[in-house]
């Protein structure tokens, strides 16, 4: 007589599956995210290894740059280490046939999934508050080192991008934003000082474009300030005092890394208000939205992937199904952030559409019928 099937019509969250399946996939994520970071660490090292040969600076400082970047380096993989971590978890257990006897039992693949995507949600909110909380402090304790320690640049910004002081031959030079993607200064102020200090004019400049030799002004505004306090207006073909190239100023702007959500909405927020166009930024603010739900992303993606497609515990075939989602999520995002900074198409869009398309593709094969 043939033995009797056990069917499970219903598994309480928290079982003992639910424990076994939960155990085995943050095994494989820790490792996986260890070696990816360890990975992307190497490569960003070879990067910048003839800059740090030139600068000649000591171990001990190259080992504090690359710590205090760790923490940026680790957010941007971790949607790698939950696709790995799924394909691989279940990839073993199919190579034991151990999915097939669960199969067997009567459990469905959304329930057999059920507690990787919740602990990909949970890896989505930790995402959320380490790109808050660790990624900003560190990434900018990692930029004033490249900056000053590795490149010998003197750390005259003192908002980055915005805000931008600089100290010039008698002056000084305010920039209220600089845009280094089209290499322009917006908003430039030079106060002109005497030899005792005192202010003895001020010159607005609404914009200076890089033309590769210097910077090419627009028309300005100059305040001539007399000795009584007097001030006078004429407009002039101003000479922007500035020696700096773009090159330099990048290595004193902060990245939009350096800031938190609500940091970046307080500078956009003071950016408009100055007439400044924040396009870029309005699609950086959505990203910090968006990014961290790579992680229930990509698990969503994996699991069809793993159990419907019968990778059955074919790890080179698993690793080559990861790369292929991972390569093409990231060329989309790519592609979308790109069309977002150039204003072809709105923040929200740009950030949000490479989610809201893999999510469509992984919720077909998800709940597809074998």
């Known amino acids: 007589m043939a033995a009797a099937r056990i069917t499970i019509n219903y598994l309480p969250l928290g079982s003992i599956l639910d424990r076994y399946l939960s155990g085995g996939f943050l095994r494989l994520f820790m490792t996986s995210l260890a070696i990816i970071t360890a990975l992307y660490v190497t490569v960003d090292f070879f990067d910048r290894i003839g800059t740090l040969l030139e600068s000649g600076v000591p171990i001990l400082t190259v080992a504090r740059y690359f710590f205090y970047k760790a923490p940026l380096l680790i957010s941007r993989v971790i949607g790698f280490a939950t696709l790995f971590a799924t394909l691989f978890s279940l990839g073993m257990l199919s190579r034991s046939h151990e999915i097939t006897a669960i199969r067997s039992s009567g459990i469905s693949v959304q329930r057999l999934a ?15 508050v380490w ?4 990624v900003p402090i560190f990434s900018h304790n990692a930029q004033t080192i490249y900056t000053t320690e590795i490149k010998n640049k003197q750390q005259q910004s ?13 002056s000084f030079i305010n920039v209220d934003n600089f845009d280094s993607r089209s290499n322009t200064l917006e908003h430039v102020t030079v106060f002109l000082l005497n030899r ?29 300030v007399s000795a009584d306090g007097k001030m006078t207006k004429k407009d002039v073909n101003a000479t922007l005092p500035i020696t700096e190239t773009p090159a330099e100023l990048k290595l004193l702007a902060r990245d939009t890394d350096e800031f938190t ?18 396009t870029a930024y309005e ?17 969503l993606l994996a699991i069809p ?6 990778l059955s515990g074919n790890f080179s075939l698993s690793f080559g199904v990861a790369m292929l989602i991972g390569f093409g999520y990231w060329v989309l995002a790519a592609f979308c952030i790109s069309l977002g900074h150039g204003g072809a198409i709105p923040s929200w869009i740009a950030a949000w559409i490479p989610n809201a398309i893999f999510s469509l593709i992984g919720l077909y094969f998800f709940t ?3």
């Open 283 to 299: 699609v950086d603010l959505q990203i910090k939205l968006a990014f961290p739900f790579i992680s229930p992303l990509m698990v």
């Open 196 to 224: 005792d200090f005192s202010l003895r004019a001020v010159i607005e400049i609404p914009q200076a474009q890089w033309t590769g030799a210097g910077w090419k002004t627009s028309e300005g505004t100059e305040w001539d």
């Open 158 to 170: 003192v908002y980055g991008a915005r805000d931008i002081w600089i100290r010039g031959e008698a």
């Open 114 to 128: 059920l507690p990787l995507l919740i602990l990909a949600f949970i890896i989505c909110v930790m995402t959320f």
């Open 261 to 278: 959500y609500f940091d970046l909405q307080k500078q956009i927020a003071d950016m408009r208000s100055k007439g400044i166009d924040t």
């Open 305 to 310: 992937f793993a159990l419907k497609r019968r």
């Open 131 to 134: 790109n808050e909380t660790l």
């Open 368 to 370: 597809e019928e074998e």
